[in-house]
């Protein structure tokens, strides 16, 4: 995979000096424009500050425990920013960072502190944008719908891409980015290690032709291939795998007042390492779409669908179902009501945990409610509820949880 990519880099430099120049790529008007909504401006420096302050409340089931569940006061809280150096007019680095402090009233050893920093290289010029990108977190969470602990784990990753303007309004990019996953070591449900599970590398290389239908709104065909190697020789033998994928849909700006969000439903064949399989094959998708139809009323629909991996017995994934949906109401300039609601479906491909002829299943369904005071031009406090529930085929794994407390978002 590694000479192809690098082959399509040097025919599409042979492109670069072929084209004429043009109008500045969609990318680098949003970069232009995200720099200079950045409020704070130090030196050459352009900041955007954040202060993250989210689950702050009362959950009624820390663990998601089924047959003990655990009740405790939570919050997790700290400052997060974005800084802009423009090294030259066309030369721009940009780094993210947030460390957060999870706080639990009295689970002492659920507490801790969560890493996030991600740093960018972009290059824009009159019909191409480079960019080199890495990111780095340490963070203890609930990472998917199966794994009802919160285990630490560290991401590291490194990618790249090329968006070329092929002609007008159409552009073309390729690109690629390898991360690595490590869990800590710890046992989970029937003696599970997610560690030996569920450590691995993930390398993807992807190509994507847009199409601008304005500055805000373009739409894409993308095509993408996955590679997936474990570190553990017990769940490499079943978990090693890749997949090949192609998606269509379109990207909204995230800048936009009316519209923000992107469309992407595609069809993916993925194969694991061992011959018997099992393999899927598909539809998959990934869209949250905001929209504001009025000035009191907003609307938004969800859905994602796709492949998981998994430590349940000797399943090598899961597959995801989560649609929702979505509305705002604002009867004040300063009040906002929201409610959500989501109903999802976790499959599994092969028996395991609930008899000799059982394949686990699992639905959910989420509700959610939430009312957000106006304390800054787009940044609100909100208090918020939320009853979660899940119903398997499984004994033991039905579970049901509730949240009250209060959050701080920056979409008004």
Do not use: C
Request: glycine share 8%.
């Amino acid at each position: 995979m590694a000479p192809l990519f690098i082959g399509v880099l040097v025919v599409f430099s042979f492109v670069l000096f072929a084209l004429p120049a043009r109008a500045e790529t969609w990318k680098g008007l949003e970069l232009r424009r995200q720099m200079t909504q950045a409020p704070w401006h130090v030196g050459p420096f352009r900041i955007q500050p954040r202060l993250v302050i989210s689950n702050a409340g009362v959950d009624s089931n820390i663990y998601y425990s089924p047959a003990d569940p655990v009740r405790d006061y939570t919050v997790t809280a700290g400052p997060a920013a974005t800084v802009y150096l423009p090294i030259h007019r066309k030369f721009v680095l940009s780094a993210s960072g947030s460390p957060q402090y999870v706080w639990y009233s009295k689970t002492v050893r659920e507490r801790a502190w969560n890493y996030y920093l991600s740093g960018t290289a972009q290059l824009s010029l009159k019909n191409v944008f480079l960019s080199v990108d890495g990111v780095h977190s340490d963070a203890r969470e609930r990472w998917n719908t199966e794994i009802d602990i919160r285990p630490r784990r560290k991401e590291n990753g490194i990618g790249g891409s090329v968006l070329v303007n092929l002609a007008h309004r159409t552009s073309f990019s390729v690109g690629g980015r390898t991360v690595k996953y490590d869990y800590e070591s710890v046992v989970y449900g029937s003696g599970f290690n997610v560690q030996e599970r569920l450590n691995r590398r993930e390398t993807y290389a992807d190509l994507a032709i847009y199409r601008l239908s304005s500055s805000q709104r373009r739409f894409f065909l993308a095509f993408e291939y996955g590679a997936y190697s474990f570190d553990f020789a017990s769940q490499a033998a079943i978990g090693d795998s890749r997949s090949g994928a192609a998606y269509a849909g379109m990207e909204f700006s995230p800048l936009g007042r009316r519209v923000r969000g992107r469309v992407r439903v595609g069809y993916k064949q993925f194969d694991v390492r061992t011959a018997s399989g099992p393999d899927y094959r598909g539809i998959v998708g990934d869209s949250q779409l905001s929209i504001r139809l009025a000035k009191p009323l907003a609307v938004r629909g969800s859905y994602v669908r796709d492949v998981r991996f998994s430590l349940w017995y000797n399943n090598p994934y899961y597959v995801e179902s989560r649609p929702g949906a979505g509305v705002s109401f604002y009867p004040l300039r300063f009040l906002r009501l929201d409610y959500d609601y989501s109903l999802g479906r976790n499959r599994y491909p092969v028996v395991g945990g609930g008899g000799p002829d059982t394949k686990r299943l699992d639905d959910f369904t989420i509700h959610s409610a939430g009312v957000y005071f106006r304390v800054a031009k787009t940044a609100a406090l909100g208090f918020v509820a939320s009853w979660w529930a899940r119903d398997s085929n499984i004994d033991r794994e039905d579970d049901k949880r509730t949240f009250f407390g209060v959050n701080l978002t920056y979409e008004f």
